[in-house]
């Protein structure tokens, strides 16, 4: 009852204000005992709406620790279905979620760790189209998206609606951090105006990320809502925090407004959502293989001539720690180590390069045919298509 | 001038692996023109075909972006720190 806390309902206002139970108060006890939070900002939590793009590595966290904290109003954008590679660091998820939406499992395990709170579902990409509607009801959007058409998207759409954009992203061990589209700060843009073109830059998927990096990340994004929603201490509006795991280090770097921005500057030229695929330059929904076509075989039709007992060179262009995983017995060179070992290739030979997934060896069947090999094949989806197809014992990584 | 010159983890495959290079220069623009002649690969990871520093990449003078100093020609001091930092996008 409101009685109990003393807060009483502002005069002339319609709802009675927020007000706590007896349950909550025990709940939060150790935020109402700081006077940084206190009644008035555990109150102040109750009543926000915090929209969370993204229940993966970024968005588990930080989900957790505001659905812990109190905030009263979750919103949960995913379309993704859980897998086994997820469980290494999302940690929203369980074994037994395998397979099953993000979204449901998501919000079955908020709602378990606080029934006090409201979880508003998205089961949705989030696209241009349906952007601003998603987000018009919130007071906060965090990015925990994985792709920077998403990324530029959230931004512009924050600045759009004015609504802060607490942002995080991660790559390997290391991790950025700041708050984007505060009044008088910078947005996304004013740090990279544009995107890196695709290919150049690997995803988590294609470069891998320790699985508490994310945690961690999330973690301070959640720190920095938190601290939004009470309006207390100092955020990282205007500032770019660093994080480095593997050296544990963080750094702070000076985020300046860019007068100039197309989307927050004096004069802006985006002033409605774009087409964000087409922005970082991607159509369809991944980022194509950039190289050219190479001649290709198919992990069946390779397997038949070698149990056929045809003379083939296999060359397998992953790096030693993945041939450590799993491997088809080739020789192994390193992409990146191929122009100086070429001299390892014997060009009269046929030869089958391979990798995970059939993009490096493309690669690298480009670049030999450029050094003059003829007899040389792709196989076509790597190790990946070859476990599919041929050998299910091979395991996939 | 002995500055150091941080890599980013994206980039440190074209870099040595190294995390970070120690440099003679007296401005931004020598001491990555140093760095990508000492790393051939680095140089299309960090500038366009037009030459410019691709808009996907910030490079700092110890915080300050060299984008509101004097860009290239920004000068170093002895033990200044150059930090390249790029966009990464991940989050699952």
Redesign the interface.
């Known amino acids: 009852m409101a009685t109990k806390t003393g807060i009483p309902a502002a005069p002339g206002t319609e709802k009675p204000a927020a007000a706590l139970s007896k349950e909550e108060i025990l709940r939060y006890s150790r935020h109402l005992i700081m006077p940084e939070v206190g009644m008035e900002g555990q109150l102040k939590l109750k009543q926000a709406k915090v929209l969370a793009i993204g229940t993966g590595g970024l968005g588990a966290p930080l989900g957790l620790y505001l659905a812990a904290a109190g905030v009263g109003r979750i919103g949960l954008v995913d379309f993704d279905l859980v897998d086994f590679t997820n469980l290494q660091r999302q940690i929203l998820f369980s074994t037994s979620d395998v397979g099953r939406p993000k979204i449901e499992a998501a919000t079955d395990r908020l709602r378990s760790l606080n029934p006090e709170i409201q979880i508003d579902h998205f089961e949705t990409r989030l696209t241009s189209e349906n952007a601003l509607d998603i987000m018009k009801e919130y007071d906060i959007v965090v990015d925990g998206t994985d792709n920077f058409p998403t990324r530029y998207l959230v931004n512009d759409a924050c600045v759009l609606l004015g609504k802060p954009n607490v942002y995080g992203s991660i790559f390997r061990f290391e991790g950025q951090a700041s708050i984007f589209g505060a009044p008088g700060g910078p947005c996304y843009r004013c740090l990279y105006p544009e995107p890196p073109p695709p290919g150049l830059v690997p995803s988590c998927a294609e470069g891998g990320v320790l699985g508490v990096l994310p945690g961690i990340v999330g973690a301070i994004q959640a720190a920095e809502t938190l601290k939004l929603i009470i309006g207390k201490g100092e955020h990282l509006i205007g500032r770019l925090l660093l994080f480095d795991a593997l050296a544990m280090r963080f750094r702070e770097l000076k985020l300046r407004k860019n007068p100039d921005c197309p989307v927050c500057g004096a004069h802006p030229t985006v002033t409605k959502l774009i087409d964000y695929a087409e922005f970082c330059g991607i159509r369809g929904e991944e980022a194509p293989a950039p190289q050219a076509t190479v001649p290709e075989i198919t992990p069946r039709d390779l397997k038949s001539r070698l149990d056929r007992g045809d003379d083939l060179f296999i060359l397998d262009v992953r790096e030693p720690h993945e041939y450590q995983i799993c491997n088809l017995g080739g020789h192994l060179i390193p992409l990146g180590d191929l122009s100086r070992r070429v001299s390892e290739l014997d060009s009269s030979r046929e030869i089958v390069a391979h990798c995970r997934s059939g993009k490096r060896s493309a690669e690298a069947v480009e670049f030999l045919r450029q050094a003059g090999f003829r007899k040389i094949w792709n196989l076509k989806g790597g190790i990946l298509a070859w476990s599919d197809e041929v050998d299910p014992s091979v395991p996939k990584y | 001038m002995a500055v150091k010159v941080i890599i ?3 980039l440190r ?1 074209y870099a040595g692996k190294q ?1 970070s290079v120690e440099l003679q220069a007296a401005t931004v623009g020598e001491a990555l023109s140093a760095l990508t002649s000492r790393f051939g690969e680095l140089k299309k ?1 960090l500038y366009a075909d037009d030459g410019r520093l ?3 990449v ?1 490079v ?1 003078v110890n ?3 060299i984008r ?1 100093l004097q860009k290239d020609q920004t000068r170093v001091r002895e033990g200044d720190t150059i ?1 390249i ?8």
């Open positions: 980013p983890t994206p495959a995390e990871h691709r808009s996907f910030n700092y915080d300050e972006d509101y930090s930092v790029p966009s990464i996008a991940g989050g699952s």
